[in-house]
């Protein structure tokens, strides 16, 4: 079975400094998609970024962006000039690529990122 | 306009009683999500449906019933409610069961007393 671990229970940056989220995962499939969500006060989960597994270069979205490290099983997020609104709960989730798992999403435990002012 | 709802937002209710959650996506998607976050936080998926049909069935209780009448609506019906189901339920869609991008609805707060 597929597991994601976010070690990190707590991390806190201060505004306009990088901050990086870290993440491992194990699975013994080769083709998968790696997701990063961001959970604010409000509740809703918001889609951060994505990796394809066939990728080898990291995804970018703005501020944010990956280092994704497949032979070791590790995808971090990395955020940078840190805003008081990135202050929120990340997710680290890993879905198969295809098979039966019809999208499933299996979710790390979650980063909660403070920003300091 | 609202992609993924969920009707309400918040539910306290007793033990023993049975409640029904809404989901409604108006982006035109074929599939159908119910994920459950425990008081810790852990998201983990419960069920899903593609084009009104269970594809996905976690190790869930039964007492626990999904009901889709169709691709736009997901309802997750709960029997004999116990404490432990206390959670935030969510919602989401995507417009495939192999679609990268899920949508999220604002989620359910449940509490059973």
């Known amino acids: 079975a597929q597991t994601v671990t976010q070690s990190q229970p707590e991390m806190s940056v201060q505004e306009a400094e990088t901050v990086t989220l870290s993440c491992t995962y194990d699975t013994s499939e080769s083709d998968y998609y790696l997701f990063w969500y961001k959970q604010p006060p409000s509740r809703q989960m918001i889609l951060v970024i994505r990796?394809?597994?066939?990728?080898?270069q990291n995804a970018t979205e703005n501020r944010f962006s990956v280092n994704f490290q497949k032979a070791a099983k590790s995808f971090s997020l990395k955020i940078s000039d840190s805003q008081l609104g990135d202050a929120a709960m990340y997710f680290c989730a890993y879905r198969l690529a295809g098979g039966t798992s019809y999208g499933k999403l299996t979710f790390g435990q979650g980063t909660i990122l403070t920003v300091h002012p | 306009d609202t992609a993924v709802s969920q009707t309400p937002k918040y539910l306290v209710t007793q033990m023993g009683n049975d409640k029904s959650i809404k989901c409604e996506q108006n982006l035109g998607h074929d599939t159908m999500y119910w994920y459950k976050q425990d008081s810790k936080k852990f998201l983990k998926i419960m069920f899903s449906y593609n084009n009104k049909e269970l594809i996905i069935n976690e190790t869930v209780p039964n007492r626990f019933s999904p009901k889709s009448p169709d691709k736009a609506h997901l309802n997750l019906h709960i029997n004999s409610l116990e404490l432990g189901d206390s959670a935030v339920y969510f919602c989401?869609?995507?417009?495939?069961?192999?679609?990268?991008?899920?949508?999220f609805g604002p989620g359910t707060r449940l509490t059973v007393l």
């Open positions: 990796q394809e597994a066939y990728k080898q």
């Open positions: 989401a869609s995507s417009l495939g069961p192999l679609v990268n991008e899920q949508f």
